[in-house]
């Protein structure tokens, strides 16, 4: 896996610390971008969120802080810190910050 260049590589990282909230803000920061896939690392404030969209390939999201609530093909998952969901390929899905929340986006194309 390459890291973007501005990722300390070889160091041990709080993953929530590589992102802060911002008022009013969904703040992202990219750690790594290859052909193969995505690590992301989000901030939402609370009442932030993603509209519903889909993806050609599985998103897992690692909930560091807070909760949010995740919806898949309409159906609502409450997901608090310490949990994950995994958003299906070519399932609309959306997601909603009930408490600022922070989160570790995995997408892998296949």
């Known amino acids: 896996m390459q890291f973007l260049s501005k990722t300390p590589s070889g160091e041990v990282l709080t993953t929530s610390g590589l992102v802060n909230y911002q008022e009013e803000a969904v703040v992202s920061r990219t750690l790594s971008q ?3 896939g995505t690590v992301t690392v989000f901030a939402f404030d609370e009442g932030q969120g993603l509209s519903e969209h889909t993806a050609p390939f599985d ?3 690692f909930l560091l802080e807070g909760e949010a609530q995740v919806n898949i093909q309409e159906k609502e998952h409450l997901v608090k810190a310490g949990e994950m969901i995994i958003m299906p390929a070519d399932q609309p899905h959306s997601l909603m910050a009930l408490k600022g929340f922070k989160m570790l986006l995995v997408m892998v194309r296949s």
């Open 59 to 61: 998103a897992m999201a």
């Open 34 to 36: 290859t052909k193969n």
